[in-house]
């Protein structure tokens, strides 16, 4: 598998992959949602991981401690938070800006 550029700094890249992807309902597993929350708290690839699975729309796992109903409720809202008609345009700086 390729291994994306902010994975290689991802807090999880040496820890059992299985303890992100719980098999059962969230609600089931809050101990281990809650670990894996603090785990993420502290990773410098947090914010990428968060913006990777939902652009992709990731269906499964527990990516930058979001559970996989967080992040349809997060890309729902972004859906609805865009305007109707033109292309989304990247954020720009103003000269001098801090
Ligand atoms: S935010 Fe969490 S799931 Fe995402 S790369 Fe970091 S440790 Fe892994």
Same mark, same amino acid.
């Given at each position: ?16 992959? #299985?303890?992100f992807f719980p098999v059962a309902e969230e609600t089931v597993y809050t101990d281990q949602i809650?670990?894996?929350? !603090? =785990? ?7 914010? +990428? ?10 269906? #499964?796992? =527990?990516?930058?401690?979001? *559970?996989?109903?967080?992040?349809? !409720?997060? +890309?729902?809202?972004?859906? *609805? ?7 989304? !345009?990247?954020?720009? !700086? ?5």
């Amino acid at each position: 598998m390729k291994t994306l550029h902010w994975q290689e700094e991802a807090s999880c890249r040496s820890l059992d992959p #299985d303890l992100f992807f719980p098999v059962a309902e969230e609600t089931v597993y809050t101990d281990q949602i809650a670990a894996i929350r !603090r =785990i993420c708290a502290a990773c410098p690839a947090a914010r +990428r991981c968060l913006e990777w699975a939902v652009a992709t729309g990731e269906p #499964d796992g =527990i990516w930058a401690g979001t *559970t996989p109903s967080e992040r349809r !409720r997060l +890309r729902a809202a972004r859906r *609805t938070s865009r305007p109707a008609t033109g292309p989304s !345009r990247p954020a720009t !700086r103003t000269a001098g800006a801090a």
